[in-house]
């Protein structure tokens, strides 16, 4: 299946590119070893697993405060477990011109803030990573 629109949808809603840069977005797969070593001759002895992961990232835009918690709301109220920050991601792999799919957590991110607009009551939040990192 080759690229159907959408860069990834989490509970099988399609994330809105609005909030993406587009050009950001990676889908790394991740290739795991166990117990890796060399030999006594320096050669690589690898134990590849069967399992891979994937950490799929993407700068988000710059957006006021209430774009921003809109794209928040759209990600918590999709979350399998919200503690956790688990959720159920169908997403695009450049790599393989396909989707994968899979459990992920996202890790709190570093969220700047560009402007204090006090007149207005409103805040300017510059762009950031959110990642979501496959269990």
Request: with cysteine.
């Amino acid at each position: 299946m080759a690229f159907t629109g959408s860069l990834f949808s989490i509970k099988g809603d399609a994330f809105p590119l609005k909030y993406i840069y587009k050009e950001s977005y990676t889908a790394q797969r991740e290739i795991l070893d166990l117990d890796t070593t060399r030999s006594t001759t320096g050669k690589l002895q690898r134990n590849v697993l069967d399992h891979e992961s994937f950490v799929i990232a993407f700068q988000t835009r710059p957006m006021w405060n209430t774009a921003h918690a809109n794209m928040w709301e759209f990600i918590n109220n999709r979350l399998a477990n919200s503690k956790a920050r688990k959720c159920n991601l169908t997403f695009y792999v450049p790599e393989l011109d396909d989707y994968d799919s899979g459990t992920f957590y996202i890790p709190t991110p570093v969220i700047p803030i560009h402007v204090v607009d006090t007149d207005n009551n409103k805040i300017l939040y510059n762009s950031y990573e959110i990642q979501f990192i496959k269990y």
